[in-house]
């Protein structure tokens, strides 16, 4: 798989961003300085579109604050609607694979909840997680007996456990046992998602640059989770948040940090005590980005300017 650029030099023009642990905080929260971003992404000409493992209904809390324009993309590509929620095109997974992959999932001792359009099937409404998911997403699963008639029109099935090395194990086993037929990758460490296999987050890319006719070499795209490495391999600019695994930030073109030095130096300030470690720290983050070259040249002129210090070229130098 081939890594984004870190040196990107095109311009972008459109941002795609991951939602749970990339747009919102670790307790779902669109935070002001969120949105302020997002604003200022528009202001400077640059589309701004969202992602997720979530069903439609899931997002639609993020439509108003966000003013988002743009087709989202739910069940990581399975689903896109329109910012009225209205489906534009799903893709479904194979009707002859969809009960030998609940089958699979709970072989693994797995919870299994099926997505069929906008609505959530779970077997019980006490399963791990489905508290935590109807908080984040704003609405609560239809409890059934079994999938009987449900296997059909399905354009994600979730294997949820809190045993995170057998939802790893499930995932393997999902991508042997079918290979090129279903998507399976993690949205979190306790979720398994499987879907159509053009149903990825790398085919929301191609799916957004030719709906506004913009190349992937000028989408940038953010993320946490390893099925997000997928976008990575098909953008001009790939960023993996500070929060991510090594895996994944291995896999991309830049890693933000994870803002919890900022917010210290911040609460240092507003005490008056010194952190002049942890401050450099930051600022050799942002100097690793590029983000100093510039600051460098105006030095450089500066010695010049004000101390009459000539640089020797390159070729100078013994």
Request: proline fraction near 6%; glycine fraction near 8%.
């Given at each position: 798989m081939q890594m984004s650029n870190p040196s990107q030099t095109e311009p972008v023009k459109l941002l795609?961003?991951?939602?749970?642990?990339t747009l919102v905080t670790k307790d779902k929260i669109l935070t002001p300085r969120a949105i302020a971003a997002v604003a200022a992404l528009k202001k400077a000409g640059i589309e701004f579109a969202i992602t997720s493992g979530r069903p439609p209904r899931g997002m639609e809390m993020l439509i108003k604050p966000l003013a988002i324009t743009t087709p989202l993309s739910a069940f990581n590509g399975?689903?896109?609607?329109?910012?009225?929620?209205?489906?534009m095109d799903q893709k479904v997974l194979p009707a002859d694979v969809t009960g030998q992959i609940v089958k699979t999932s709970t072989s693994h001792r797995l919870d299994v909840w099926v997505y069929r359009g906008n609505d959530w099937y779970a077997l019980s409404e006490y399963g791990p997680h489905v508290d935590r998911e109807s908080w984040t997403v704003k609405?609560?699963?239809?409890?059934v007996k079994n999938f009987d008639g449900l296997l059909d029109n399905v354009v994600k099935i979730v294997g949820v456990s809190d045993d995170l090395d057998e939802v790893a194990c499930a995932?393997?086993?999902?991508?042997?046992?079918?290979?090129?037929?279903?998507?399976?990758?993690?949205?979190?460490?306790?979720?398994?998602?499987?879907?159509?296999?053009?149903?990825?987050?790398?085919?929301?890319?191609?799916?957004?640059?030719q709906e506004f006719n913009i190349p992937v070499s000028r989408i940038a795209t953010m993320g946490d989770m390893p099925n997000d490495v997928l976008r990575f391999a098909?953008?001009?600019?790939?960023?993996?948040?500070?929060?991510?695994?090594?895996?994944?930030?291995?896999?991309?073109g830049r890693v933000s940090d994870s803002g919890e030095g900022r917010w210290t130096i911040t609460a240092a300030i507003d005490e008056s005590v010194p952190v002049p470690v942890l401050s450099a720290a930051?600022?050799?983050?942002?100097?690793?980005?590029?983000?100093?070259?510039?600051?460098?040249?105006?030095l450089s002129a500066m010695r010049f300017e004000f101390?009459?210090?000539?640089?020797?070229r390159p070729e100078e130098i013994r």
């Amino acid at each position: 798989m081939q890594m984004s650029n870190p040196s990107q030099t095109e311009p972008v023009k459109l941002l795609l961003s991951d939602v749970d642990g990339t747009l919102v905080t670790k307790d779902k929260i669109l935070t002001p300085r969120a949105i302020a971003a997002v604003a200022a992404l528009k202001k400077a000409g640059i589309e701004f579109a969202i992602t997720s493992g979530r069903p439609p209904r899931g997002m639609e809390m993020l439509i108003k604050p966000l003013a988002i324009t743009t087709p989202l993309s739910a069940f990581n590509g399975g689903l896109f609607v329109k910012p009225d929620l209205s489906i534009m095109d799903q893709k479904v997974l194979p009707a002859d694979v969809t009960g030998q992959i609940v089958k699979t999932s709970t072989s693994h001792r797995l919870d299994v909840w099926v997505y069929r359009g906008n609505d959530w099937y779970a077997l019980s409404e006490y399963g791990p997680h489905v508290d935590r998911e109807s908080w984040t997403v704003k609405f609560q699963p239809k409890v059934v007996k079994n999938f009987d008639g449900l296997l059909d029109n399905v354009v994600k099935i979730v294997g949820v456990s809190d045993d995170l090395d057998e939802v790893a194990c499930a995932e393997a086993d999902a991508r042997e046992q079918f290979g090129d037929h279903v998507s399976a990758a993690r949205s979190q460490p306790y979720y398994l998602d499987v879907t159509h296999p053009d149903a990825n987050k790398g085919g929301v890319v191609r799916r957004l640059s030719q709906e506004f006719n913009i190349p992937v070499s000028r989408i940038a795209t953010m993320g946490d989770m390893p099925n997000d490495v997928l976008r990575f391999a098909h953008s001009g600019l790939s960023i993996a948040m500070g929060n991510a695994s090594a895996q994944v930030q291995r896999a991309a073109g830049r890693v933000s940090d994870s803002g919890e030095g900022r917010w210290t130096i911040t609460a240092a300030i507003d005490e008056s005590v010194p952190v002049p470690v942890l401050s450099a720290a930051l600022y050799e983050r942002f100097s690793s980005r590029g983000a100093a070259e510039f600051a460098d040249r105006l030095l450089s002129a500066m010695r010049f300017e004000f101390g009459g210090h000539m640089e020797k070229r390159p070729e100078e130098i013994r």
